[in-house]
């Protein structure tokens, strides 16, 4: 499949709407793909450096973001969109009906976190805010959310512009509470599909500080893996510590536990399958000199796959109850193995949609639009499959290099190293990555879209 784009190269076609918030002139027009780039360009320069300076400088935590979400509406709406606030509590949904076709969904996440910025820059967050508990949180926009939502305006924006270039129904979504991995099940289950329709295809993107400014990676499989989060409460017969063999110590055997665990992955999992179990905390006791009765242990366990997920959450209950079993307690005292939260699946990218996409990029930008794919070395989780799992969307979740390559040059000189996502130092350079990133955007809708 071509991309509409290339009729655009015959003749000049006047903007449509929103010609002042982009700030470019009624005889302005896209006549190749350099008019787009232009266009976006005046648009950074006349709406979304500020705006990304205003949310950079306000973020909200997750579930809290009224006033992210209300600016983001005001935006959408002056784009020419018609808007829903409040789907999933704080969530935006902007629908652009242009005639018929399919119905493809854009989505980009709002909230910040719980982090003190010190990132020294000129626009930094001063912001606290009160979390759910209510303590005072200092809140940054520390994995580039503020990024997601301008270039979702500047997307908006440029598609409104190009109305006469594509057919079908756009839906913009701003999302809520993707740091507490909740925000896409809350809008599902708010009916989001029901509402405002299914879509076709589905895309999202995310700012990379480790990739180079402005560039795009779009992975063919998994960019992102599953996450379950596991609870084990270890019970133990309770005694002074002067006399441990009246009782049984529930520490040493979590302790024995934590160990075990790590051996389903070096031993049960195949060594090039992407998994890990990480024991995050581990109480019991209140004082030196007694043994308690019970240890709580709490687990992130991830995966790619559906076989090794199952293989890791039964192992982990085995290797507990067997622990404890070995330890001599009996059978009513064995530990309680809970799976808590709503499982995360992996991100799968649709294998022949990321290569269509990536084809049409190529076309447009070019090969040196792409960043060099480098070997993960984490196993990051996103709740966007929410969206695409069940039932089934193809979907592309692509990233956009957020720093510079002065930068890293830098940094292999001895130079300080860039920082990384959820830092207090984090920062990337808004305008080659807001910039790409509605470049890429409109031109995979601009395909998807196409009359």
């Known amino acids: 499949m071509k991309s509409n784009f290339t009729k655009l190269h015959s003749a000049l076609r006047p903007i449509c709407i929103a010609l002042a918030i982009a700030g470019v002139s009624s005889s302005s027009a896209f006549a190749a793909d350099s008019e787009l780039k232009l266009a976006i360009a005046k648009n950074y320069n006349a709406q979304l450096k500020p705006l990304f300076e205003h949310f950079h400088q306000n973020p909200e935590l997750s579930f809290m973001e009224t006033k992210t979400a209300a600016r983001l509406a005001k935006e959408l709406r002056a784009a020419g969109f018609e808007v829903t606030e409040g789907v999933g509590k704080t969530g935006v949904v902007a629908m652009l009906k242009n005639g018929p076709g399919p119905l493809v969904m854009l989505r980009a996440d709002m909230d910040g976190l719980p982090l003190e910025e ?15 508990d209510g303590k005072d949180q200092f809140v940054m926009h520390a994995c580039g959310h503020d990024v997601h939502i301008t270039s979702l305006v500047g997307t908006a924006v440029q598609m409104a512009a190009l109305k006469n270039q594509w057919s079908g129904t756009l839906m913009l979504v701003g999302q809520p509470a993707e740091e507490r991995v909740g925000g ?13 329709g299914q879509p076709k295809y589905a895309l999202a993107f995310h700012v990379d500080s480790g990739s180079e400014a402005g560039k795009i990676v779009a992975e063919e499989g998994s960019p992102y893996s599953g996450v379950d989060t596991v ?5 133990g017969i309770g005694t002074h510590g002067a006399y441990p063999h009246l009782g049984k110590d529930p520490v040493v055997i979590g302790a024995q536990i934590v160990l075990a665990l790590q051996t389903i992955v070096t031993r049960e999992v195949a060594p090039r399958e992407p998994a890990v179990i990480t024991v995050g905390s581990f109480h019991s006791g209140t004082k030196s000199n007694i043994i308690s009765d019970q240890a709580k242990l709490q687990l992130s366990v991830r995966s790619e796959s559906k076989e090794t997920r199952e293989l890791l959450l039964a ?19 064995l530990p309680e193995v809970v799976e808590r939260d ?23 930008l070019g090969k040196d639009a792409f960043a060099t794919p480098k070997m993960r070395d984490g196993m990051g989780a996103e709740d966007f499959p929410f969206f695409t799992s069940d039932p089934y969307i193809p979907s592309v979740y692509f990233s ?19 920082p990384g996502h959820h830092s207090p130092i984090f920062k990337i350079t808004p305008e080659p990555a807001i910039r790409a990133g509605v470049e890429a955007s409109v031109i995979a809708l601009l395909d998807l879209l196409k009359k």
Request: no cysteine.
């Open 118 to 132: 010190k990132s020294g820059l000129p626009y930094a967050s001063k912001v606290q805010q009160k979390d759910p």
């Open 184 to 196: 896409a099940a809350a809008m599902m289950k708010d009916q989001i599909w029901k509402r405002f």
């Open 231 to 235: 609870e084990i409460t270890v019970h």
């Open 315 to 333: 192992a982990i209950k085995r290797v507990a109850m067997n622990t404890a079993r070995a330890a001599g307690l009996p059978e009513n005292l």
């Open 342 to 364: 709503t499982p995360t699946p992996p991100t799968l990218n649709d294998i022949p949609l990321t290569q269509h996409l990536k084809k049409v990029w190529t076309a447009k």
């Open 400 to 418: 956009i290099g957020g720093t510079p390559k002065a930068d890293f040059d830098n940094e292999k000189k001895g130079g300080p190293a860039v």
